[in-house]
């Protein structure tokens, strides 16, 4: 070959490898718009070895940089100079080497991002990331550019030490780095403490975040320190503010004569309440009288809270901060101190208490001719656990046997005609753990739902489908009162269809068109009823349904088949819900 011929190739190869390498140059700056390279990190991504390539890349850079192309940053970092629209979405840190950007948008897929381009955000964190052109499967590429709003800085974890300072190892499944914590912010927690500890910094780069230690929640392990971490983890309050706490001594217990008139008098109608064997306090009561027409009225009662707890203070903007209960498998955190919890809001027996009220006329065949509502003054008789209550039941015998009787059988003709009007009958096995003194479990339990349980869900159930039918039809003016209802959608098709072909391999048909499907699942109830499959179908078919939510929309209940439902009154938690 000649040395012309050859400078020829030469020079034609040179030019394809220059040209080869501005398009993955661009390629490499664009698919990450707004991240800057390196020269050295641009060397490295492209694979360049000989000196020569390497100076053309800095010339390419050059003639980009004056096309307006790639913008040199003041650190000698490169980057695109192309718009790049960041969309926000919350972190959902999968494992440790990927997570999900969740944006909620309608028909637009969850954004995978690396774990090293998440740029110190952690999840349930809300973040901006920018999408490249790359993808994982289905989903688009991207990288974190800002942290938008940290879902939190408070975390709880086990202490690890070593000779010159302390780090924390999260208990939260999906924060997968320890936390670097300084010897003098450590406040005194040694090897295997559970802490709760707060972050004072954010990763940098490949540092550890850092973090002081808030309060030692006790040893690994111990029933105490495990349960403060569960609390600490989903943020439930340990205890009371002090002002809380105060505000509640000061309210006073006395019922004066002008209050009373304000209210139906319940206090000479017999009057108990139904509630768990370890039940603290109780929301709330049934009352029952027989009149001479032969008609029975039956009061459901639940604690006038709003009595005590008045809007603006102190003990309402913590309640509402609180915004419920938590029942945990020792304790429960409750919403209000427990002066007005387990005292002046508890029903218990013996005592005048100030209540809200879905009284009802009913004849023998449980149709209510007659009811009212409002706020009512009660005074219990007695305190039934449900085993005692069951215990009257099926003897016959006993406290109040010919009142409690009445009302069994009255929840036997109310719950009969709710499944013919379309209810679905789940009942799924729950269980209760049974523990020593110190909170360590002995044994598991299964919850057994009997009538005693089934008298009181089928009256609150009343109840609350009457109060939420009794606002639907008020009126203000021309429009509906805005009113918070407990709805419950259709079954998903595609999800009942899944379900039915897993029935199908035990046997079981399934029909699942909505006009027969909750008379299917009843059907399909009652089947399996005692066989081996019940637990696992049982679980399927109530993650087939949809969830039940609040709203102001009046939409219905498809699992109770109430066309109007609220949860003011206090449910039992084996209700579809």
């Known amino acids: 070959m000649s040395k012309k011929k050859f400078k020829e190739k030469k020079e034609k190869r040179n030019k394809k490898e220059k040209g080869g390498m501005y398009a993955a140059l661009i390629l490499l700056l664009e698919e990450m718009a707004g991240k800057a390279y390196s020269p050295q990190q641009l060397i490295k991504k492209l694979g360049l070895k000989k000196k020569a390539l390497i100076e053309d890349m800095y010339k390419l850079l050059d003639a980009l940089e004056e096309e307006g192309k790639v913008e040199q940053l003041s650190s000698g970092q490169y980057k695109s100079t192309r718009s790049s629209k960041g969309v926000t979405g919350v972190v959902d840190h999968v494992n440790p080497r990927f997570a999900y950007i969740v944006t909620g948008e309608e028909g637009k897929k969850d954004i995978y991002v690396r774990s090293q381009d998440l740029a110190s955000a952690v999840h349930g964190d809300t973040?901006?990331?920018?999408?490249?052109?790359?993808?994982?499967?289905?989903?688009?590429?991207?990288?974190?550019?800002?942290?938008?709003?940290?879902?939190?800085?408070?975390?709880?974890?086990?202490?690890?030490?070593?000779?010159?300072?302390?780090?924390?190892?999260?208990?939260?499944?999906?924060?997968?780095?320890?936390?670097f914590i300084y010897p003098e912010n450590l406040k005194g927690a040694t090897v295997n403490d559970?802490?709760?500890?707060?972050?004072?910094?954010?990763?940098?780069?490949?540092?550890?975040?850092?973090?002081?230690?808030?309060?030692?929640?006790?040893?690994?392990?111990?029933?105490?320190?495990?349960?403060?971490?569960?609390?600490?983890?989903?943020?439930?309050?340990?205890?009371?503010p002090e002002n809380v706490l105060k505000l509640s001594e000061t309210i006073s217990e006395d019922i004066t004569k002008d209050e009373i008139k304000k209210r139906r008098d319940f206090r000479d109608v017999l009057t108990f309440t139904i509630d768990p064997e370890d039940a603290k306090d109780f929301d709330d009561a049934i009352s029952f009288r027989k009149f001479d027409n032969g008609l029975f009225e039956i009061g459901v009662h639940i604690a006038d809270v709003t009595h005590y707890v008045t809007p603006g203070n102190e003990l309402a903007q913590d309640a509402f901060d609180r915004a419920t209960s938590v029942y945990l498998v020792d304790r429960t955190v409750p919403m209000l101190p427990e002066r007005l919890s387990n005292a002046l809001c508890s029903l218990r027996p013996n005592e005048d208490k100030l209540t809200f009220a879905a009284v009802f006329e009913m004849d023998e065949k449980a149709k209510v001719h007659k009811?009212?509502?409002?706020?009512?003054?009660?005074?219990?008789?007695?305190?039934?656990?449900?085993?005692?209550?069951?215990?009257?039941?099926?003897?016959?015998?006993?406290?109040?046997?010919?009142?409690?009787?009445?009302?069994?059988?009255?929840?036997?003709?109310?719950?009969?005609?709710?499944?013919?009007?379309?209810?679905?009958?789940?009942?799924?096995?729950?269980?209760?753990f049974k523990l020593d003194e110190k909170g360590k479990p002995l044994a598991v339990v299964p919850k057994v739902r009997k009538d005693a349980h089934k008298l009181i869900e089928e009256f609150m159930l009343l109840a609350n489908r009457a109060v939420a039918t009794f606002v639907f039809k008020m009126k203000?003016?021309?429009?509906?009162?805005?009113?918070?209802?407990?709805?419950?959608?259709?079954?998903?098709?595609?999800?009942?269809?899944?379900?039915?072909?897993?029935?199908?391999?035990?046997?079981?048909?399934?029909?699942?068109?909505?006009?027969?499907?909750?008379?299917?699942?009843?059907?399909?109830?009652?089947?399996?009823?005692?066989?081996?499959?019940?637990?696992?179908?049982?679980?399927?078919?109530?993650?087939?349904?949809?969830?039940?939510?609040?709203?102001?929309?009046?939409?219905?209940?498809?699992?109770?088949?109430?066309?109007?439902?609220?949860?003011?009154?206090?449910?039992?938690?084996?209700?579809?819900?």
Do not use: C
């Open 371 to 432: 009811e009212w509502f409002g706020r009512t003054v009660i005074h219990s008789d007695h305190r039934f656990s449900y085993e005692q209550a069951q215990e009257v039941i099926e003897a016959g015998a006993g406290k109040f046997a010919d009142e409690i009787k009445i009302l069994n059988q009255l929840h036997h003709v109310l719950r009969k005609e709710r499944f013919k009007k379309g209810a679905v009958n789940f009942e799924t096995t729950e269980v209760k």
């Open 194 to 240: 559970k802490v709760l500890f707060e972050v004072t910094k954010w990763a940098d780069g490949d540092k550890s975040p850092e973090g002081k230690v808030i309060e030692i929640l006790g040893k690994t392990g111990e029933n105490e320190a495990e349960i403060h971490s569960i609390m600490a983890e989903f943020d439930l309050p340990f205890r009371f």
């Open 476 to 577: 203000k003016g021309e429009e509906k009162n805005t009113f918070v209802y407990r709805t419950h959608d259709l079954p998903n098709e595609e999800k009942l269809a899944d379900f039915a072909q897993f029935a199908k391999q035990f046997g079981h048909q399934l029909q699942f068109e909505s006009s027969v499907v909750s008379k299917s699942l009843n059907k399909l109830m009652d089947e399996i009823e005692g066989k081996p499959e019940q637990n696992v179908l049982q679980s399927l078919a109530v993650r087939a349904m949809a969830k039940a939510k609040y709203t102001t929309d009046a939409k219905g209940h498809f699992g109770l088949a109430f066309d109007h439902y609220t949860f003011l009154l206090l449910l039992s938690e084996d209700i579809l819900t």
């Open 127 to 179: 973040v901006e990331v920018v999408t490249s052109d790359r993808k994982s499967g289905d989903n688009p590429e991207g990288r974190v550019t800002a942290i938008v709003k940290r879902g939190r800085n408070r975390f709880v974890g086990r202490v690890e030490l070593s000779r010159n300072f302390g780090f924390v190892i999260p208990d939260f499944k999906k924060i997968y780095q320890d936390f």
